[in-house]
């Protein structure tokens, strides 16, 4: 069997022009109507498509695009002939080997990481879909793949590591294959090791690399079976969370409509898998970003639908984050009533302590977070000194090895310090933000310290805030807006 790299679609990443992916998909969308088709098109479809994975649309697609722009054909879109690109034995998932030639456009979206929600994790995937491609020269370094055996079938590891170029591979899955104990441990190994590299070194650098190890866990559950349910069961979780933990990554570095995409993928395999706690943890994670999107409704929606899921679990710290993330939305929607009530349910329910129950990724859930969760709610309704007086104990309680999350926390404190009239504590608070993000690549972070900063500008006569100031615009990296002021810690991933 032949298999061939995907080659990006160059023409219909030039039809999309300035807008983002996401604007693209919505006029796919739009034209989709007008003719009285119905297509779920978002950002992940435009970037399959451009990265030539997809390399020919189904019918639905095709006749969306031919209305969208009149008189092309597929062929001018970029598109293979339908005839050319069916019948395959094996689906191919591949990591292109180094060229010498230039890498992809820097305006190029990311490829997209897995399928969309509806399909279902076990049902193959369309004979049209082909190659993957996540060769990002500008990330080339942060990740490198590990590759493990299987009797005759080499499948993906999902291995992660800092440091070294990776290294090509191809990986050939054909459509029916068994999936055992080695292929499962490789997808929860891997979620284990993104949320490691994301502690110590912040999501930017990690997002694009960490993509493939999901998107092979999902050619998995498409293309495998498995002995045994247990190993099924596990193989859905598994994939779920590692959606979860991408999707976090995307959230961390600003991408709010790919992990969007991401979190409803994870829930989408919990229902179909009858997961109650991996559902729990996608409406975690769904509502802390509707609250960072700025839909605080939903966040509160989504906070209550996580706490159905998670009374069977028994887990009172679960329950304690979700009664947080109802708080932060409650924050949002200037319900300080509501939002104080939801942080009394959390106190009284982390006060019940750890248990069997809590979820292997709930490690982060100590004292430290619950106070900064609380700091935020504060800072959401304007209470700054109530908020800096929880941040000072989250940063006083945190442990030092999570490198990210001690950044983060002295940030949300920067923030709140500033906009109670606490200058100079801010700017040294703020000193130590910049001494952290030297080992930290966040753009929430960053975003939350340049928001601070323009606070502070009006005392920028002399003293700490001219340093913290004069530092601060030195170190910016070009692009990063200032976040939220009340920017959320360590989401669960």
Avoid at 23 to 47: H, L, M, N, P, T
Avoid at 73 to 97: K, Y
Avoid at 195 to 218: C, F, I, K, V
Wanted: proline share 6%; with cysteine.
């Amino acid at each position: 069997m032949v298999s061939t790299a995907a080659v990006p679609n160059l023409a219909f990443r030039r039809l999309r022009g300035q807008r983002s992916a996401g604007e693209f998909a919505a006029a796919v969308r739009r034209a989709a109507r007008e003719i009285g088709e119905q297509v779920a098109c978002d950002a992940r479809y435009i970037g399959r498509v451009e990265s030539g994975e997809i390399r020919c649309p189904n019918y639905a697609y095709e006749r969306v695009f031919l209305h969208m722009f009149p008189g092309a054909s597929l062929a001018d879109l970029g598109f293979s002939a339908r005839e050319s690109v069916r019948g395959r034995g094996a689906r191919v998932v591949s990591e292109p080997p180094p060229t010498t030639g230039p890498g992809p456009t820097a305006s190029a979206p990311p490829p997209s990481t897995s399928r969309p929600p509806s399909l279902s994790p076990s049902r193959p995937a369309p004979l049209h879909r082909d190659t993957e491609t996540d060769d990002f020269p500008e990330e080339s370094d942060v990740l490198r793949r590990v590759f493990m055996t299987s009797g005759t079938t080499t499948v993906a590891a999902a291995s992660l590591g800092l440091g070294g170029a990776p290294a090509s591979a191809r990986i050939s899955l054909p459509t029916q294959r068994r999936v055992g104990e080695a292929e499962v441990n490789a997808v929860e190994k891997a979620v284990r090791q993104i949320r490691l590299l994301d502690d110590r070194h912040g999501a930017d650098g990690l997002y694009r690399r960490a993509a493939q190890p999901l998107r092979t866990a999902y050619e998995l559950l498409d293309a495998g079976t498995t002995a045994r349910r247990a190993t099924s069961d596990r193989l859905h979780a598994g994939a779920g969370e590692l959606a979860i933990s991408v999707g976090w990554l995307a959230h961390d570095s600003g991408r709010f409509d790919d992990a969007r995409s991401h979190y409803a993928e994870a829930l989408a395999t919990a229902r179909l898998a009858g997961d109650a706690g991996l559902e729990a943890h996608a409406f975690c994670n769904t509502s802390f970003l509707a609250r960072d999107a700025g839909r605080p409704r939903e966040a509160v929606r989504a906070a209550e639908a996580g706490q159905r899921a998670a009374r069977t679990l028994g887990s009172p710290r679960l329950l304690a984050l979700l009664a947080l993330r109802e708080a932060g939305g409650r924050a949002g929607l200037g319900d300080r009533t509501g939002c104080g009530r939801a942080i009394g349910r959390a106190r009284a329910a982390f006060d019940r302590g750890t248990a069997a129950g809590d979820p292997e990724w709930m490690s982060f859930f100590r004292e430290a977070e619950l106070e900064l969760l609380e700091a935020q709610c504060w800072s959401a309704l304007g209470d700054w000194s109530r908020a800096a007086r929880h941040g000072r104990r989250a940063t006083a309680l945190q442990d030092p090895h999570f490198t990210r999350n001690l950044a983060l926390y002295r940030a949300q404190l920067t923030g709140d310090l500033a906009r109670a009239g606490r200058a100079d504590e801010a700017a040294a608070t703020g000193q130590q933000v910049l001494d952290l993000l030297t080992r930290v690549q966040s753009s929430r972070i960053r975003g939350m310290l340049a928001g601070a900063a323009r606070v502070l500008e009006p005392r920028a006569g002399a003293g700490p805030v001219a340093a913290f100031l004069t530092r601060h615009q030195e170190s910016a990296v070009p692009g990063i807006p200032a976040g939220p002021g009340n920017a959320d810690g360590d989401p669960g991933r």
